[in-house]
């Protein structure tokens, strides 16, 4: 029975190993050094994955993640404690992190690999790491933060599938309350291989609409020493509909001085649906407006006469679930787009999404960001 359950679990993550190798073998892993690393944390973890058989069995029984005592339980326990002993723990955990980006003084690491499929666009694997790291001192409102410029929520342009943009950056939290939030960065952005400077500045405000309504609005704005200004604005509709169900609409205008063609544009409507702590979906339907230099294809592959901006809509459901450790997630994101470059015909897409979290756990195992 133990060599039977051994063997099964080893079935399971195969594929996903062969998956992590390959990523490895590839020409663009040599020239990614951050998706080298993500896929080897990551192969590295899943060599533990089937664990003790004891462990094993009791996840089996109870249908929660295991807890073990194996050594990546023991490696990835270490690591969680020493984000967790910079600061307090805070007891909620929002549905979109970009509030958090404010009020949050709770450290964690989150390690992300998409591997992404666009039918006549081809397949990207690009790993993303996401630092919030609370410093000690100075009243509790510094923070060291790592790739806070985007949340990589879509897989429609190239800016979202890459992984040569990263950044760095010295967090003061001017305002910190529960409604209002406003803080200030200052830090340096590699992008093409090109170092440069930049400033940024959060502000984000909550407040109630009558009923079940909620609002938020939130406005970013950047400032690069080598492509100039950006800003980034977000307006939120939520509606509670049940404790399982969340109703979100999501506006987002964007500018870049580095564009030919301003302001993007987004619109968003998100069904968030809680199956239980282990599992999640989110059904969603988005409108985008964006500037040529995002489009996921090449001019080769563009069947329209060429422009400096193209529509797109797509509709999307995202499975996100709990494996193995409550740490540990996967998503996988069915996707159907209707890209202008395209002249409108329906083009397929998937993504698939390995994540690995430290320090904070969500309240939901299975939280889905926005």
Request: proline fraction near 3%; aromatic fraction near 12%.
């Amino acid at each position: 029975m133990e060599n039977n359950s051994i063997n099964k679990a080893d079935l399971m993550y195969t594929p996903f190993r062969s998956m992590l190798v390959s990523v490895l073998t590839q020409r663009d892993c040599a020239r990614n050094s951050l998706l080298c690393i993500m896929a080897t944390i990551l192969l590295a973890a899943s060599l533990g994955c089937p664990g003790t058989v004891s462990a094993q069995q009791s996840s089996q029984a109870t249908g929660t993640p295991e807890t073990g005592d194996t050594r990546v339980d023991r490696w990835h326990a270490k690591a969680s404690g020493w984000f967790q002993g910079t600061a307090g723990r805070v007891d909620r955990f929002f549905v979109d992190d970009e509030y958090a980006t404010h009020e949050d003084n709770q450290s964690r690491l989150r390690l992300r690999l998409n591997t992404d499929y666009v039918e006549n666009g081809g397949w990207d694997v690009g790993g993303n790491i996401k630092l919030h790291l609370v410093l000690p001192g100075l009243d509790n409102r510094m923070r060291l933060v790592i790739n806070d410029a985007d949340d990589n929520d879509t897989t429609t342009s190239q800016t979202a599938a890459s992984g040569d943009d990263s950044d760095i950056a010295l967090r003061w939290l001017g305002i910190r309350t529960d409604r209002v939030g406003l803080s200030f960065d200052l830090g340096v952005r590699i992008k093409d291989s090109n170092l440069a400077g930049f400033g940024r500045i959060n502000a984000a405000v909550r407040y109630p609409l009558g009923g079940k309504w909620t609002g938020a609005t939130s406005n970013r704005i950047y400032a690069y020493s080598d492509t100039g200004f950006r800003n980034d604005f977000r307006q939120y509709f939520d509606r509670q509909i049940s404790d399982k169900l969340l109703f979100r609409s999501r506006t987002r205008i964007q500018y870049f001085e580095e564009n030919d063609y301003n302001p993007t544009s987004e619109q968003k409507f998100t069904l968030f649906y809680t199956l239980n702590d282990r599992h999640a979906l989110a059904y969603e339907a988005l409108f985008e407006r964006y500037a040529a230099e995002d489009s996921l294809f090449d001019d080769d592959e563009i069947t329209v006469p060429l422009r400096d901006n193209y529509k797109g809509y797509q509709l999307r459901v995202r499975y996100r679930t709990n494996v193995w450790r409550k740490w540990l997630f996967l998503e996988f994101w069915p996707i159907a787009s209707w890209p202008e470059e395209r002249d409108y015909d329906l083009t397929l897409g998937a993504r698939l999404r390995v994540e690995i979290n430290f320090g904070q756990t969500p309240t939901s195992a299975a939280k889905i960001d926005e």
